[in-house]
């Protein structure tokens, strides 16, 4: 079979893209310490949000990606550089080699200088990528999983980029991944569709909450059917076992409980302080130290792992050679893809192929506004085409800002529940967007004017 995609439904050589819009879309969340942890204190959850127009189409692309305010800036300005690079490219021959557009974008000779592939203008590639995903989806009249989950094994390797991964996956062991699955796929299909996906919520946990808005969080959350929550950690050792212990008494000694310390510590400050609340019974430390810091990741594993903990990271992992080091090298025992950091869907199946050689459980990071939204796909993919198990795996989920999207994400008990309107999920609405615009908007003009 050719590696080429071939087109299912009606594009057109016309079909030629003529505007790429950017907008600076914050909300206020910092006013209630909603996502508040060890290092971001005040994070106004932020989209840098973009739209993709085609000649002859009314359908529009839908995507963005996220900040915690201020760098909505940084990374705007990143996506008008690229527009030249997107602005006058014909669907056709994006979607028929999506890997060498992408790499189009991520190695623009004179903009990848300040990456490559990480930092402000690989979030601004994510944006771009995740509005041409929600366009290829409507387009096809899929949700995205469904248009990948349709997608042979060798189409869903064209989409890759192969640079720099061939020393640790081949295309041919890739390709040997999806095809184990490939027979069974609708079972998992109709399986997920029945069961949901399991969840994790990290709602009741974020440190800038007191004791009785965690526990009346966890207690609302157990009533919802949640049956694993994480928790923020990392600031002193004592405020660290006052919290886990009103966490412990609301959800019990056995339900799965996760930390994350958001890159807090150094390596053996991260080993002496989780040493201290081992008794409390945590899956993983997430973001222990540096999420630069593979060896650190490593070493804090290899102390950790005895008492029962594992390591978590990678919702501030540039890309798939990172990925890469961190699971040949021991250093992560739960993947955390983030659909907004690593430059969207082509990029990060190379991320979940790489898990799946090294048999590490893909766990998508979904703390921020419309991380939800997108990373279900993402999981559900991983579980039809290239895991093929939900063994050991969870998504995150933070029960805040769903009602601006179009398509929000569906939880009943504790797991989310399948997509079914075409795309990505991640258009939001009209409304919203205006009035939540940077600084403009009708939200932001009243909080500005009273301060
Ligand atoms: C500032 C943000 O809320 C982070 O705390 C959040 O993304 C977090 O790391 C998470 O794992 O959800
Ligand atoms: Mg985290």
Redesign the pocket.
């Known amino acids: 079979m050719s590696s080429k995609l071939t087109f299912r439904n009606v594009l057109k050589p016309e079909n030629v893209i003529t505007e790429l819009h950017w907008s600076d879309i914050r909300f206020p969340t910092s006013l209630e310490a909603h996502?508040?942890?060890a290092m971001?204190k005040d994070?106004d959850y932020s989209a840098a949000y973009v739209t993709i127009h085609a000649g002859g189409l009314s359908l529009v692309g839908h995507g963005l990606t996220f900040t915690?305010g201020r760098g909505n800036e940084i990374v705007c300005a990143a996506i008008k550089s690229l527009e030249p690079l997107v602005v006058g490219r014909s669907l056709v021959d994006i979607f028929t080699d999506f890997a060498l557009f992408w790499h189009s974008l991520t190695c623009e000779t004179q903009l990848r200088w300040i990456g490559p592939e990480k930092g402000a203008i690989h979030l601004a590639v994510a944006a771009v990528i995740n509005a041409l995903w929600d366009l290829w989806g409507k387009i096809e009249c899929k949700p995205v999983w469904e248009l990948l989950s349709d997608m042979s094994p060798e189409e869903i390797i064209s989409l890759i980029d192969w640079q720099y991964l061939s020393d640790a996956i081949t295309k041919d062991e890739a390709l040997a991944i999806l095809h184990k699955q490939y027979p069974s796929r609708r079972e998992r299909i109709e399986s997920v569709k029945q069961t949901g996906y399991p969840a994790y919520t990290?709602s009741a946990g974020w440190l800038g909450y007191s004791n009785e808005k965690i526990q009346a969080l966890c207690r609302e959350a157990l009533d919802d059917g949640f049956k694993m929550f994480?928790v923020?950690i990392g600031q002193d050792v004592s405020d660290d076992i006052r919290r886990l212990k009103v966490i412990r008494k609301e959800i019990g000694p056995d339900t799965p409980l996760m930390s994350?310390a958001?890159q807090r510590w150094d390596v053996d400050v991260a080993i002496s302080h989780m040493t201290a609340l081992s008794e409390f019974n945590l899956r993983w430390i997430?973001?222990p130290t540096s999420p630069d810091d593979i060896l650190g990741h490593a070493k804090i594993g290899r102390a950790l792992r005895p008492l029962g903990i594992g390591i978590a990271t990678g919702?501030h992992c540039h890309n798939r050679v990172m990925f890469k080091q961190f699971l040949e090298s021991g250093a992560m025992d739960y993947c955390q893809i983030d659909s907004c950091r690593l430059g969207g869907i082509n990029e990060i199946i190379s991320v979940l192929l790489l898990a799946a050689k090294f048999g590490i459980p893909v766990c998508p990071?979904?703390?921020?506004v419309g991380l939800c939204e997108f990373v279900q796909h993402l999981s559900i993919f991983d579980y039809v085409c290239v895991s093929g198990t939900m063994e050991g795996r969870v998504i995150?989920y933070?029960d805040h800002l769903h009602e601006h999207f179009l398509d929000p994400v569906v939880i009943k008990d504790g797991c989310y529940m399948v997509p079914s309107l075409p795309g990505y999920s991640g258009e939001m609405k009209e409304e919203s967007r205006a009035a939540y615009l940077y600084p403009t908007g009708s939200v932001w003009k009243t909080l500005l004017d009273s301060q």
């Open positions: 996502g508040s942890d971001h994070p915690v990290t994480k923020k994350d958001n997430e973001e919702e990071h979904a703390g921020g995150e933070v």
